[in-house]
């Protein structure tokens, strides 16, 4: 992106009261004023990293935040949101001068920077956990928030490149997941492009080229395709409007790279997005689609009688032409248009009396879908950890969804890899708390069953019965994970201190850590401040329930009782125990932990026989690495948290297949990867993904991830590999 492109990103006061002017909406246009000139004043010679002057920026999130169509206060608090963070005024003049829903929405914007935490993850958890809680009060809160967060993703490029790096990721986490959330489809893909041009650039750029290529040829096609419907439909044509769209950058690399298909394989690499008044012309409109063109079985979603749960709304039918090629084709209404581009935001209106309120249904639906986003974001809000927070949201707010039906006809949505426990407490707590089974389609099954789309459950309860710690391992989201510990916590609070000490005391034993009463609760108060407990008992209980995860938090206490009671070790860097360790289920040893949660890293997918290393992550357990890894310091005691490095090494006998990529340069012909996946197949190698490329100067690179049982195992493969005549070179990562 040139200098005069990023300019073309800022918006400035002028720009902002024209998109006002032109709205029907009543804006307290002094009050906007007196807002506007109190962050002139504040921000003073204040520039961006670009050069830009700052008070732009403000401006700039104001006027997205004013074509979402929100309120006054909303787009004051944009235009205030960095003052109090930036600047020499607080959130009492702010609460004092604009009055306390703007201060509120100010605040929850604003990042924590006064509170000392341990890491940058930390320092966004906590971020997050502090706009949630803001939130769960005023939903304006997150639009503002996301206005924010989208604008400076439209200006990051003169930030260094880790930094753009850690914010795209922070996107693709948190943000894009929580805009779809709220159905604003927009906000999340472009969220998601800007978030991939910087996390991959090189297939940003090859995709980008691609639809490039393509768009002379793609407009043609849906110029044609447009004029056919309209004629079709002998409706006027001020009643319908035809256009065609193409599927975000993002969305594309996902079913390309991810998934390994050509843009050729994507059916609704580009749609035909129909508008019209009224339901009912809809459904006509399907009718003459499919007597137009042929559809493709099992290819048609109703997302009009059973809307998603963000709101979104709109006919899906995957159809192929007379010249053989398959689109995608969307028909909406114009309200169902509105909601989809901007989701919660499109409906505000009838929140804040902008329009006086003539459906009382449409105004029920957006309260009710408010709530249902409110609970979900409330079981982030509660847990002990907030490094689980970010994990949470990408769980619960996962796109690829299910649907499934009650006995009595009621549909219910939940996240892929849902179980029957999730539904059990997404129905009612007390029907979670009380379950003893389920049905699925009239079948007894597992309590660790996972739900597909269009199954009837019904769910199993009796009354003495009550939930089990195992459950917290099995269900999927975090709303259920929630209830069933607040169940524990409430009602085994004594059992759970009791455990939670026991668990911490049998620790600190195998690390050689003996310590008095009085001794362990001086070492806790560190743990106690930092998760806002009243007492040690409080800290004990949350270990107990599993509010608290006590293989995440033993590094920090061991750290803390080197400094409070021994020297630090000088010597040894990579943490040392002196207990003899258990056979492990993942072919790993992990000195000094027993039954710990082992993922191989994807950055250098370690085989047997490599030399490696573990590393103690945040929510994911241990992951190991070989220590010739790019992420892995090549002095630990450099590194910035040194005590999260552990001693690991492989088992002697171990049966299992790992996975391994290799990238192999070759001619660019056809049937190279044929003999690829020949060659693979005679020696009897389980291929998990194979795609290829070009790369240009008539080479192409194959991608392949294989399994192979070690490093002398994929040595012969990649021998073997070697000797066939198209191949340049062989890489492995």
Known sequence: MSKYDEIAHYQD??????????????????????????????HGDQRRVSGIPFILHPTSVACIVAQ???????????????????????????????????????????????????SREEQQAENVRKMLIAMSNDIRVIIVKLADRLHNMRTIECMKEQKRRDKSRECMEVYAPIAHRLGMKAVKDELEDLSLRYLDPVGYKEIEDALLLKENERERFIEKRKKEILKASKMPKDKITVYGRVKSINSIYRKTFLKGKTLDEIYDFFALRIIVDDIKECYNLLGVIHDLYTPIPRRFKDYISTPKPNMYQSLHTTVIDREGIPFEVQIRTWEMHRTAENGIAAHWKYKLGFTRIVNNKKARELDANINRIKDV????????????????????????????????????????????????????????????????NQRIVSIDYKLQTGEICEILTQKDSHPRRDWLEICKTSSARSKIRQWFKREKRDENIVEGKMMLERELKRSNISLTDEELEDLLQFMLKKNKFNTVEDLYASIGYGGIQLWKVLPRIKEEYHTKFGEQENTPVINQYVHKPKRSNSGVIVEGMEDCLIKFSQCCNPLPGDDIIGYITRGFGVSIHKRSCTNIPKDISKAEEPERYVNVRWEKDINDSFHSTLEIICSDRTGVLADVTIALSSMRIFINNLNSRPIGNGRAMVTATIDVFNREHLETVIKRLQSLREVISIKRF
Do not use: C
Not at 13 to 38: F, G, H, M, T, V
Not at 94 to 115: L, P
Not at 390 to 411: A, C, T
């Open 377 to 440: 974001l409330a079981a982030q809000i509660d847990t002990d950890d907030s490094t689980d927070i970010i994990r949470n949201i990408r769980n619960d707010f996962d796109q690829n969804e299910v649907y499934v039906f009650s006995p009595k006809g009621d549909v219910f949505n939940l996240p892929n890899g849902s179980t029957v426990i999730d539904l059990a407490y997404l129905i009612h707590t007390e029907v979670g708390n009380h379950m003893v089974g389920a049905k699925v």
């Open 13 to 42: 006061y002028n720009e902002l009261l024209s998109i006002l002017n032109k709205s029907n909406n009543n804006y307290d246009l002094r009050k906007i004023q007196k807002a506007y000139n109190l962050a002139e004043q504040a």
């Open 68 to 118: 979402f169509g929100m309120d006054s206060d909303s787009i004051i608090a944009a235009l205030l949101h960095d003052v109090v963070e930036d600047t020499d005024y607080d959130l009492n003049f702010v609460r004092k001068e604009f009055g306390k829903d703007v201060a509120n929405i100010v605040d929850g914007v604003t990042k924590i920077s006064k509170i000392k935490l341990y």
